[in-house]
């Protein structure tokens, strides 16, 4: 029977709403998230039922699918090295999360390691407006701070585009994108004073950052980079590089993630 539930679900005209259903239960009141999913319009406050986190969801865009990772999928679990390394502190860390969205990995964290502080860093007007209103309602005042800029290698401004919500990063200046807009930019490596955990997730604007001189492991004692094949190193496989490049810096790099060729999540601690 479930094999056959799994190709009735994915049938093209009907995945969508398997999917709605599946996040829907994820999270309370679940009839109203299945109906705006379903409609592909309206928004509202939701709570996950697994950690109890309060979140705002705007239907008919790529935020059901930025909550179904974090708290469905669970692709921010660390790796056993990553977790050991945070308790290490002994106390709750500063997490640095570029590439914030709407702030799902902040709200994670916030739960994963209770009392932490998050520094959200994130360039497109319309997430900025949902990553803060998402951080208010779930972290307690004082402990957050969102930086509404680009994360990259120098402060100024950039053109950003190619693609809405979740998939838009900076672009190399040849490439076309009717969505494009010029953002503010600030040197990733003027935030990471006291960071414990750095969060980078920025759509192929990884790179420039990881081939940094200034890129090591004296930054933070725990990263999560998940990294994209877009604007990947040639003579090497993302994957490669990736892990390469980590190592490289003084980081022990482990993958807790897959996603499909050149994009994947690894988590690296300090050695």
Avoid at 71 to 89: D, G, I, M, T
Avoid at 106 to 116: N, T
Avoid at 233 to 246: H, I, K, M, Q
Wanted: charged letters at 20%; a negative charge; one cysteine or more.
């Amino acid at each position: 029977m479930l094999s056959v539930l799994r190709r009735v679900g994915a049938h093209p005209r009907l995945e969508p709403y398997v999917a709605a259903g599946l996040r829907s239960r994820a999270v309370r009141p679940s009839l109203p998230f299945f109906a705006g999913e379903a409609r592909s319009r309206g928004a509202r406050d939701y709570v996950v039922r697994a950690n109890g986190a309060p979140i705002h969801i705007e239907h008919g865009t790529t935020d059901a699918g930025t909550m179904d990772q974090a708290f469905v999928q669970q692709v921010y679990e660390p790796s056993a090295a990553a977790e050991a390394a945070v308790r290490a502190l002994g106390r709750p860390p500063v997490v640095l999360d570029a590439g914030a969205n709407i702030g799902m990995f902040s709200i994670w964290a916030s739960r994963r390691w209770p009392g932490c502080r998050a520094i959200a860093v994130e360039p497109l007007p319309r997430n900025i407006a949902l990553l803060e209103r998402n951080l208010a309602l779930a972290l307690p005042a004082g402990t957050y701070e969102v930086v509404p800029a680009a994360a990259t290698t120098a402060d100024g401004e950039v053109t950003f585009g190619g693609g809405a919500f979740t998939n838009g990063r900076v672009l190399d200046g040849g490439e076309p994108a009717s969505d494009s807009v010029t953002v503010p930019a600030r040197d990733l490596f003027a935030l990471t004073d006291g960071v414990d955990v750095l969060k980078l997730d920025i759509e192929g604007g990884e790179w420039p950052i990881l081939a940094d001189p200034r890129f090591s492991a004296a930054l933070a004692p725990v990263i999560m980079l998940e990294h994209h094949p877009m604007n990947a190193p040639a003579g090497a496989t993302p994957e490669v590089s990736a892990e390469t490049l980590l190592e490289r810096a003084g980081y022990v790099a482990e993958r807790t993630v897959t996603e499909f060729a050149g994009a994947g999540i690894l988590w690296g601690v300090r050695r």
